[in-house]
């Protein structure tokens, strides 16, 4: 499976962005799926994942409340709804995929193998 992210934006604190993750070359409903962040000079953190049927989420606590990881596998697509954006929000986001099941995988990046290029995210105060 290949994936593609995009709705990445330059927005002002408060505000709010849908990133979206495009999957072509399989279906994605074999897959866990996450989202993940890299700001400058930082590693790459986990932000949300989900089950492959969509049943179970988890969120960072940086995040908890205020964005929201879905998925559409009839339209093998993964999103992030991010309200009530800050500074410290600003990164590159990725979507990212693995065949392992949810309770087996973690908010830790080498928990996916399967990464999109990413689309950036900026956050102004």
């Known amino acids: 499976v290949q994936l593609q992210e995009s709705g990445g934006d330059s927005v002002q604190a408060g505000g709010s962005l849908t990133l979206s993750c495009a999957a072509s070359?399989?279906?994605?409903?074999?897959?866990?799926m996450g989202w993940f962040r890299q700001a400058p000079g930082t590693e790459r953190e986990g932000v949300a994942l989900?089950?492959?049927?969509?049943?179970?989420?988890r969120h960072a606590d940086s995040v908890k409340g205020r964005f929201t990881i879905s998925r559409d596998n009839a339209k093998n697509m993964l999103y992030l709804l991010m309200d009530t954006l800050k500074p410290e929000d600003t990164a590159i986001y990725y979507c990212?995929?693995?065949?392992?099941?949810?309770?087996?995988?973690?908010?830790?990046?080498?928990?996916?193998?399967?990464w999109g290029q990413g689309t950036q995210v900026t956050v102004s105060s």
């Open positions: 070359g399989n279906t994605l409903s074999s897959y866990s």
């Open positions: 990212a995929a693995t065949r392992n099941s949810w309770y087996s995988v973690s908010l830790h990046p080498h928990d996916f193998n399967i």
């Open positions: 989900i089950s492959s049927g969509g049943g179970t989420k």
